[in-house]
């Protein structure tokens, strides 16, 4: 992998961690339960599971020279990601749902897509740090 896309991983992971970490604090003052800080963490660890399995196909497809292999793995790969989500919803919903709260869970999943829109700004950030060193 380059270094560019370690880095592009890094800046989303730490776009999702952060939008979970403002999530925890909000949460603290607008409905602190332990359920919800549980489902907020769960939906994170999930949306990073979620995005380090399309890094790793998305890298692993453009080393591929065969259009029709590159959409083959990314058509499977999106099923598969998503049936595991849905299937782990299920299981909380049905059996842990005095855990983890599942509104909590979806909302920690949503990080994923924070995590894109943050990233431009935290790639600027650390561009600034990187540049006064």
Not at 94 to 102: G, Q, T, V, Y
Request: charged share 15%.
């Amino acid at each position: 992998m380059e270094k560019a896309t370690k880095d592009l991983i890094a800046e989303v992971s730490a776009g999702i961690v952060i939008f979970t970490a403002a999530l925890l604090l909000g949460s603290l003052l607008v409905y602190p339960r332990a359920s919800v800080y549980a489902g907020l963490l769960l939906g994170m660890v999930l949306a990073l599971a979620m995005f380090l399995s399309m890094a790793m196909v998305l890298d692993r497809s453009m080393r591929s020279q065969n259009p029709g292999t590159v959409q083959k793995r990314g058509i499977i790969s999106a099923a598969i990601r998503y049936l595991l989500l849905i299937a782990i919803l299920v299981i909380v919903i049905n059996w842990f749902s005095d855990r983890f709260n599942p509104v909590a869970v979806v909302i920690g999943v949503l990080g994923l897509k924070a995590g894109a829109f943050l990233q431009p700004v935290i790639h600027r950030i650390a561009s600034r740090k990187e540049n006064k060193s």
